[in-house]
Structure formats: structure tokens, C-alpha cells
């Protein structure tokens, strides 16, 4: 019974800010998405990521066995997906970047800070950092035939996530005025965050649907097992083990949805991977949440 209410402490913020960005774009409420989202990830996120490296007071080579573990993950489950996807004969330009990179922002953030504190916060930025550099390359390869390595290098978030690594490393701080500042600027980032995703999912349009449960189902077990099984290769530790199995473990990220429709994928079912993954997730992950803490 205690072991429920934790999970459901956990996970309840979390979906209940999501609900409230779907609710707000049901009743008609005006949400200007691009706009928000730009604030997040040009400014919140980034002050985020900074703040959490340079305040962190986990040792640097644990942070760099948690990318080392991330990177063979995300690997993993590549060649996982693909073999899944080839073998149900669906298009791997559509749904294979969607099925290896889940929402590790969105969701993946608040849910590792809800779970595990502020180290977990710490951690998760990590594989956030990770997953986008090799959503930006491999990601777009995957969709278009083509990365983008300056897209890489224009993202805030990244130069964000090695700032704050190289502080990390020094042990150096920002003068306290402009840290505080910073921190205030990087709480907007969860929040914010939350209530985007539940209004992209309410005005996502699902096709597919049937694909998109099967294709959830084996995504949310696999990428857990697989993360599981990766994390136990490295010398983590049990935050950095939980951390890692729940963001590899997340649902399709929204942007995956924008990518297919830029570079003319099957964007329509992409929709509906998202949609359905994120539906799916309200009751795999406390599940996993049950087995991790």
C-alpha cells in the first residue's frame, strides 16, 4: 500500500499538469505553442541544465559512465527497433527515430526529480543531453537521409549541457545574483513543459491506431529491459540505474510528430505513436516506477 502511494505521488504532478494543457485546449482556451515552446527550450531549459550540472554534487565520472550508458542504450535499441519493425514490415522511416528516442524532456525531467530529488534531476538532464544530440544527427538521418550537426551546435540546451559540465568539472560558480536568477528562470522549465505536452497531444491527430498499441506495448517493455539490462553493464549508481531505465523507458516525444511532417514521413501515424505511447505511459510507467524505487 505505501509502495502505491509513493508511485502515485510520483507520477500524479506530473500527468495532472499534462491534463491541464489538454483540458485548456479542449475548452477552447487559446495556447500559443510555438511560442511557449520556443521560451522553454531557448531560455527555462537551458537555465535548467546549466543550474543542475554546476550545483551538482555528483562525482563527474559517474555522470560520464551515465553517458556512456545512455549512448549504448539509445544504441541498443536501435538495432531492437529495427529488427521489430522489420519484422511487422513497417516503415523505419517513419517510426523507427520515434520508436528509439522517447520524451525524456517533457516527461522524462519532472518525472526522474519526482522520483528521485534533485540528484535524479541531475541525472536526467544527462540522457536529455544525450538524446538530443543523437536525435538532431542519427534522428534526422533516420527520418530525412540527412543530420545536422549545426543544428547541434545552434541549440541552446547543448551549449547549456557542456557549460555546466565543463563548471561541474572546475568547480566553479556563477556569482550568486546571477545564480539565483538562473535558478528562477529553469523552475518555469517543468511546469511549462508538462502543459505543452498535454496541449501537442490534444491537438494531435491519431492514425493507425491499432499499429500504434502494439508498437507502444513493445516499445515501453523493450526499451525497459533493454536499459535494464545496459545499466547493469556499467558501474551506476542506483540513481543513476533508475534514472536511465525510466528515460530510455519514455513515451514518443511530440517532437517526433514535427520531424515527420518537415521531412515528409508518414507524420499522420507518427501522430498516433505519440498519442497512444503517452496514453500507454500513464499506467507502464508508475509500473516501472514500482520496480525501480
Not at 529488427?83 to 527515430?97: E, F, G, K, N, T
Not at 511546469?191 to 490534444?202: E, N, Q, R, S
Request: aromatic fraction near 8%; charged fraction near 10%; proline fraction near 4%.
Amino acid at each position: 500500500m505505501n509502495l502505491a502511494l509513493t508511485v502515485l505521488e510520483i507520477v500524479s504532478p506530473v500527468f495532472l499538469l499534462a491534463a491541464i494543457g489538454f483540458v485548456w485546449v479542449r475548452a477552447g482556451f487559446e495556447y500559443r505553442i510555438q511560442f511557449v515552446t520556443r521560451l522553454g527550450m531557448t531560455l527555462a531549459v537551458p537555465a535548467l541544465v546549466f543550474t543542475s550540472l554546476m550545483n551538482s554534487t555528483a562525482d563527474p565520472s559517474a555522470l560520464g559512465a551515465l553517458t556512456l550508458a545512455a549512448i549504448a542504450a539509445y544504441g541498443a535499441v536501435g538495432l531492437a527497433g529495427g529488427a521489430v519493425l522489420a519484422l511487422l514490415r513497417l516503415d523505419q522511416r517513419s517510426y523507427l527515430a520515434p520508436f528509439i528516442f522517447g520524451n525524456t524532456g517533457n516527461l522524462g525531467l519532472p518525472l526522474a526529480l519526482f522520483a528521485f530529488g534533485q540528484p535524479g534531476l541531475e541525472r536526467a538532464v544527462v540522457v536529455l543531453a544525450v538524446s538530443s544530440v543523437l536525435s538532431f544527427t542519427a534522428g534526422i538521418w533516420l527520418v530525412a537521409g540527412r543530420g545536422s550537426l549545426i543544428k547541434i551546435l545552434r541549440e541552446p540546451m547543448i551549449g547549456a549541457t557542456l557549460l555546466g559540465a565543463l563548471f561541474l568539472w572546475q568547480g566553479w560558480q556563477v556569482p550568486v545574483f546571477l545564480g539565483n536568477a538562473l535558478s528562477l528562470v529553469g523552475q518555469m522549465a517543468i511546469p511549462l513543459m508538462l502543459i505543452t505536452l498535454g496541449v501537442a497531444v490534444a491537438r494531435l491527430t491519431p492514425a493507425r491506431v491499432g499499429v500504434a498499441i502494439g508498437l507502444s506495448v513493445v516499445k515501453l517493455g523493450l526499451c525497459a529491459a533493454i536499459a535494464w539490462g545496459i545499466g547493469s553493464l556499467f558501474p551506476l549508481d542506483e540513481t543513476s540505474f533508475g534514472v536511465l531505465v525510466l528515460q530510455i523507458s519514455t513515451p514518443v516525444a511530440v517532437t517526433a510528430y514535427l520531424l515527420a511532417e518537415k521531412y515528409g514521413a508518414d507524420s499522420n501515424s507518427v501522430a498516433g505513436f505519440v498519442v497512444v505511447s503517452t496514453l500507454i505511459s500513464v499506467a507502464g510507467l508508475p509500473l516501472l516506477l514500482a520496480l525501480l524505487i
